[in-house]
């Protein structure tokens, strides 16, 4: 950079010197009533040079100065040998002894002032044409012309010089800057043809200029003043909209950076955050050279010479000639010319330091006006970081949670949307977990809310280390938690890693003297297998956790058939409520066959579905379906009345046989249960022994005092009552005690393993010991091979039921089949 500066300045040099040679020095003087001494005019030229204003523009920076006066006089009153003289060695004088240039800004001053004189000599000659010349507006002219081609080639060299050294000129700003330079050419060249005028009528007017210069050069230096108040303000508003513009605080101090080095016109801006808390570093952020994006570094605190500086809380300039020692340690620590330091403060309490750094351009130094300046800026940046701190605060308030810091159903929302909108196919599943947690309720209650936020809080901490840092984890509310992996393999990896978080959380939580045991059900559901939108996903998760709480693992997959939601369950949700309206349910009959003799003694009803569609419905699908959704007790009254109706028709074919009925929870809580089934009765023609109603030992405790109370009515009436699933469910002996019931069913999972297992050997075994004892018959359901047969036989069973005996059929098969079984035939099975 510097060979390309001093290359232009040779360039410069070189055309001056062509231009003298070839017609600079031809040029004679003229004739005029005095002539003024080189001496003179290089005075005049030294104080014009310290009465430049510097006109500014961001980061760069054009001199306009009184030069064009002492000019008009050499042209009018001096050789061009002595004008060249006088303005350089005038202007060395001061550019050496006063600003202290480099020798490349020296060189460059100097080249292109002897260009802009060597113009100036040429324009003014051709226009005067001859050494003889009048006072008058042909000479007026003459020196006006020249005035305003040096300040041209001035400004051009000026902005030539500045293009080589930043690679930008801004052209709005040149042509503002060329118009105050032509400007100001003008009237000094009318200023320096009233000097002539003076000098040439009477050379003693020459004390009356002096005055006049005196006040010229202080209104001037007024002016330039003035002009930079206004513009500093201009800056300042510039920068407080930049600022506040800003988004996070990460941008807001690049700008701040980015506008005080333009402001102050310096080459360094410098800003160092100081630590919030113990064990943190200092943070800076630098901005130097031609880069345009700070640079980070860590240092454990702030340099001695730097907290020193700024312990008083108030801004520090420290100019190049300065002579405070604290000012000149810090410059030397950070190797600088000259600064402006500046302590940010919130509430009396530092958060961090503002500085600027190496002036740039033609002003030799920081001022005490661009410390004012500097003061203002780094109120604006105290007050921005604290706003821009309270609205990251906020934005983070409205995207956690509170009490445990994770992200919160809202950042979950958007995370999941986010990773959704890029996922590609080749990607990765992305799983989505839901995990709620069991007993929570349980704790939180019985030993307070306090130990239940200490419980979440272990939970959240838990779940974070259980996980790789890209997997987000998330509180949704209350015990509820949420995962998103982004790299899952597929539904089988997330289950593994659900199960895994599910062991980890069941470990027991110390608190005081006690250990609380937790568990959790997640539900999983992965994208794009499961949905590709971040509702349909989460409502998936939410249907797998809800089915899990019925499985031993706990954790739980998404599937169709677990989903009420789902396209075909919601079909199927239309189709049987018409199916139920219409007649196009069927009840099938399953024989119950008394062991000790064979004799068919009743059958169960079990309703089907025949869809027209779909086919058969199994019965684990849509029974569910339809307690769920309201449909539970037509479909009981649909079965109760079919099995009745054919009920009173075998007993009319001579076979005496008992129906039972499934009774669900729902149907059990109905307050008109009683006299629906004694209507039912009474319109079959049925007598009430022949109809049995099976129950769940689950559907008699979900409200144990109302179910005994109907179940009372029930019995009165002289139905038969039985406790269907019997091992599966509460078991409640003393409840079994005091349920008005003849019979109890042995859950067919106990059956079906007896042969294989001898805990569910023992398990039926003590039923039915149990049920001898109390008096009531017992029914083994599952009775498929003729080993589980003998066994049960052995063991003292009453009544068997399965497919060794016979599936469940239509009525009319049924009916064909009583009519050739024989009490030998069930009696031998």
Request: charged share 20%; glycine share 6%.
């Amino acid at each position: 950079m510097s060979a390309r500066v001093l290359a232009l300045s040779g360039l410069l040099a070189g055309s001056a010197g062509a231009l003298y040679l070839l017609s600079v020095r031809h040029f004679a003087s003229l004739h005029t009533p005095i002539s003024l001494p080189w001496l003179v005019l290089a005075a005049g030229y030294a104080v014009s040079e310290l009465s430049v204003v510097h006109v500014e523009f961001r980061r760069d920076a054009h001199s306009v100065s009184l030069n064009e006066i002492p000019l008009v006089l050499a042209l009018v009153f001096a050789t061009p040998s002595h004008l060249l003289l006088a303005h350089l060695i005038g202007a060395s004088a001061v550019l050496v002894l006063h600003r202290r240039q480099a020798y490349l800004k020296l060189a460059f001053n100097l080249a292109h002032f002897a260009l802009e004189d060597c113009v100036a000599i040429i324009v003014f000659h051709t226009l005067v044409r001859g050494d003889v010349a009048a006072l008058g507006p042909a000479l007026w002219i003459a020196a006006m012309a020249a005035c305003v081609a040096a300040a041209s080639v001035s400004v051009v060299a000026v902005s030539v010089v500045i293009w080589v050294h930043q690679n930008r000129v801004n052209v709005g700003q040149l042509r503002a800057v060329l118009g105050v330079a032509l400007v100001g050419a003008v009237f000094n060249a009318c200023v320096g043809l009233d000097a002539v005028t003076v000098l040439w009528v009477d050379v003693r007017g020459g004390l009356l200029l002096i005055v006049i210069g005196t006040i010229l050069c202080l209104a001037y230096r007024e002016y330039a003043a003035l002009r930079q108040r206004h513009a500093g303000l201009e800056l300042l508003y510039q920068f407080t909209e930049a600022v506040q513009g800003s988004g996070d605080p990460e941008h807001i101090v690049s700008d701040v950076l980015t506008q005080a080095r333009e402001m102050l016109r310096a080459e360094i801006a410098e800003l160092a955050l100081l630590p919030s808390a113990d064990g943190d570093q200092v943070h800076w952020l630098t901005l130097a050279g031609d880069a345009n994006v700070p640079v980070h570094s860590r240092e454990p605190t702030l340099h001695p010479s730097l907290a020193n500086l700024v312990a008083p809380g108030r801004p520090i300039v420290g100019p190049k000639a300065g002579r405070d020692a604290l000012v000149r340690a810090h410059l030397t620590q950070r190797g600088q010319r000259d600064c402006i330091v500046a302590p940010l403060l919130s509430d009396g309490t530092m958060i961090g330091v503002l500085s600027v750094a190496n002036r740039l351009g033609d002003v030799s130094t920081f001022d005490q006006q661009d410390g004012r300046l500097f003061e203002t800026i780094a109120a604006h940046t105290s007050v921005t970081l604290q706003n821009a701190t309270l609205v990251d605060r906020l934005r983070h308030d409205a995207l956690h949670d509170n009490l445990t810091g994770l992200p919160n159903r809202v950042f979950f929302q958007q995370r999941l949307a986010d990773l959704l909108a890029r996922q590609r196919p080749s990607d990765s599943q992305i799983a989505v977990m839901l995990i709620d947690l069991d007993r929570f309720k349980e704790i939180n209650d019985t030993l307070g809310h306090a130990t239940g936020d200490l419980l979440l809080q272990e939970v959240a901490e838990r779940l974070r280390r259980g996980v790789a840092p890209e997997v987000t984890v998330a509180r949704l509310g209350g015990d509820e938690f949420a995962l998103l992996d982004p790299s899952r393999s597929g539904p089988q990896d997330a289950i593994t890693m659900a199960a895994n978080l599910r062991a980890t959380l069941q470990r027991p939580f110390a608190y005081q003297d006690l250990q609380l045991e937790v568990s959790a059900t997640i539900g999983v559901a992965t994208a794009p297998l499961h949905g590709r939108d971040p509702s349909t996903l989460l409502r998936r998760a939410d249907v797998a956790m809800y089915a899990a709480k019925n499985t031993a693992a706990g954790v739980a997959v998404y599937g169709e058939d677990l989903d009420d939601h789902s396209p075909r369950k919601l079909a199927l949700v239309s189709d049987l409520r018409s199916a139920i309206e219409h007649d196009g349910l069927e009840v099938h009959y399953q024989p119950k066959v008394e062991m000790a003799t064979g004799r068919v003694i009743g059958v169960e009803a079990l309703v089907r579905w025949p869809h027209p569609g779909a086919g058969m419905v199994p019965p684990d699908e849509f029974v569910p379906l339809a307690e769920r959704i309201g449909l539970i007790g037509p479909m009981t009254d649909f079965v109760l009345r079919t099995a009745l109706a054919q009920s009173r028709r075998w007993e009319q074919a001579g076979h005496q046989l008992s129906v039972a009925v499934n009774l669900s929870a729902r149907s059990l809580l109905d307050p008109n249960l009683v006299d629906d089934i004694a209507r039912a009765l009474n319109r079959a023609n049925v007598d009430a022994s022949n109809l049995l109603l099976e129950i769940t030992e689950t559907s008699v405790m979900s409200d144990a005092e109302y179910a005994l109370g109907v179940l009372d009515r029930l019995a009165n009436m002289g139905l038969t009552l039985a406790i269907d699933d019997f091992g599966t469910g509460y078991s409640s002996l003393s409840y079994l005690k005091r349920l008005p019931v003849d019979e109890i069913k042995i859950d067919k999972s106990f059956i079906l393993n007896m042969q294989h297992d001898d805990n569910d050997a023992v398990i039926v075994r003590s039923i039915i010991d149990l049920a001898r004892n109390l008096r009531l018959r017992v029914v083994a359901e599952g009775v498929e091979t003729p080993e589980i047969w003998n066994g049960l036989r052995a063991m003292g069973c009453d009544i068997a039921q399965g497919y060794l005996i016979s599936r469940a059929l239509p009525a009319a098969s049924l009916t064909s089949w009583l009519e050739t079984v024989t009490t030998t035939s069930t009696a031998g099975v």
